[in-house]
C-alpha cells in the first residue's frame, strides 16, 4: 500500500477523535451522558456484575453516545444550511433529538434489567419495601 494511503487512514483517526473531544467538551448534554455512564460503571463495580452484563451497560452507553453525537452533527449543519427558521430543519432536528431520547430511554431500560435483581438482593430492601409500599 502507498504511503500517502495510509497516512490519509491515519489521519482519519485524528479528525474522529477530534469530533469525539468536540462533543463532550462543548455539548452540555454530552456532559450529562457523561455523568450517567459514570453513574452505571459505579454501578457496576458496587454490585460487581458479570461480563455479559458489563457488555450490556457498554452496548447501552455506546449507544447513547452515538446518538447524541449523530443529534448534534444534524443539527449543527442544519443550522449551517438553514440559518433563517424552516418549518423541514426544525423537523429534522426533532427527529434527531427524538433518536437521542429513544437511545436514552434504552438505555434507561438496560440499567434497570442489570442492575435492578442486585438491588433487590441488598440487605434490608424487604423491609424498606414494605414500609414504602
Known amino acids: 500500500m502507498p504511503r500517502k494511503y495510509i497516512k490519509k487512514r491515519i489521519n482519519s483517526f485524528g479528525y474522529a477523535f477530534k469530533g469525539i473531544w468536540a462533543a463532550f467538551w ?5 456532559k450529562l451522558h457523561l455523568l450517567g455512564a ?6 457496576g463495580w458496587f454490585f460487581e456484575i458479570n461480563n455479559a452484563e458489563w457488555i450490556w451497560i457498554t452496548l447501552a452507553i455506546g449507544l447513547v453516545w452515538m446518538a447524541e453525537i449523530f443529534n ?7 443550522d449551517l444550511v438553514s440559518p433563517e427558521y424552516n418549518e423541514l430543519a426544525g423537523r429534522v432536528k426533532d427527529l434527531a433529538a427524538g433518536a437521542v431520547l429513544i437511545s436514552a430511554i434504552t438505555a434507561l431500560v438496560i440499567g434497570l434489567l442489570v442492575f435492578w435483581p442486585h438491588v433487590e438482593k441488598l440487605p434490608g430492601y424487604d423491609e ?4 414504602y409500599l
Open 26 to 30: 462543548y455539548e452540555p448534554n454530552m
Open 72 to 78: 448534534t452533527a444534524v443539527e449543527k449543519l442544519t
Open 38 to 43: 459514570a453513574e452505571a460503571i459505579f454501578l
Open 128 to 131: 424498606l419495601l414494605q414500609k
